[in-house]
């Protein structure tokens, strides 16, 4: 069974640093991988997606990673800002089904 | 703009009354939608596939005898929680699957707003 971990659970830290946001899982016999933002009591926002066969994808600030054979995946976020203060959610898809399999989330905090 | 929607936003209701939530894809069809349901402070957790004109999936532990799912057309998907409890009280978010008009590529994976259940 698959089975997603997220490190840390939560982060705080001032504006304009680098973070990496860690993401495991357990099954590395992954469809993708995504990485959503979610705002507190709302839905979720897609920021990236990592197909099986890629390494890396990359949009704007943010660089997400993966290393299939590690079962680890990483999210990159330069020059940080209060706005991208939010939880960080993780989740992986064993097929092209879409069911997707969450992680625990990270919180970030990001002061001004 | 949003691609998918949910009604109602928030909802409160007694205990052991029936609630339903629906699931919209806006300009695009939806053969396969998502229930998802996540509690304060956790992940979320992911409850049912629901397939338009057939029965819907449930994941383990999930009963489907409580939590109807019904997707009677393309656009439309809807959970409802019956007899509803204070356990129920829930962050509930759907997802729906597709390629919205005007856009090209694969099918993507859209969630709503999501539903935020207080059973009393």
């Known amino acids: 069974k698959q089975e997603v971990t997220q490190i840390p659970a939560a982060l705080s830290v001032p504006e304009g640093e680098n973070l990496v946001l860690n993401c495991s899982f357990t099954d590395s016999a992954i469809y993708n991988l995504q990485w959503f933002r979610q705002d507190p009591g709302k839905g979720l926002t897609s920021l990236l997606l990592i197909q099986s066969s890629q390494r890396e994808q990359t949009s704007g600030r943010l660089n997400a990673s993966l290393d299939k054979s590690s079962g680890r995946s990483t999210l990159y976020i330069a020059a940080s800002q209060p706005g991208d203060s939010a939880t960080y959610l993780c989740?992986?898809?064993?097929?092209?089904?879409?069911?997707?399999?969450f992680g625990q989330g990270t919180t970030l905090q990001v002061k001004p | 703009g949003a691609v998918v929607s949910q009604h109602p936003s928030r909802v409160i209701c007694k205990s052991g009354t029936s609630v339903k939530i629906e699931c919209r894809s806006l300009d695009f069809q939806a053969t396969t939608m998502f229930w998802y349901r996540q509690f304060p402070k956790q992940s979320l957790m992911l409850m049912a596939t629901?397939?338009?004109?057939?029965?819907?999936?449930?994941e383990q532990g999930v009963e489907k005898d409580k939590f109807l799912i019904n997707h009677a057309s393309l656009t439309l998907s809807t959970l409802t929680v019956t007899s509803a409890h204070p356990e129920d009280s829930s962050f509930y978010i759907c997802?729906?699957?597709?390629?919205?008009?005007?856009?090209?590529?694969?099918?993507?994976?859209?969630f709503g707003p999501g539903t935020r259940l207080l059973v009393l």
């Open positions: 997802s729906a699957v597709g390629t919205p008009k005007g856009l090209l590529g694969e099918e993507t994976q859209y």
């Open positions: 629901s397939n338009e004109g057939s029965k819907a999936t449930y």
């Open positions: 989740a992986v898809s064993s097929s092209n089904t879409g069911k997707l399999i």
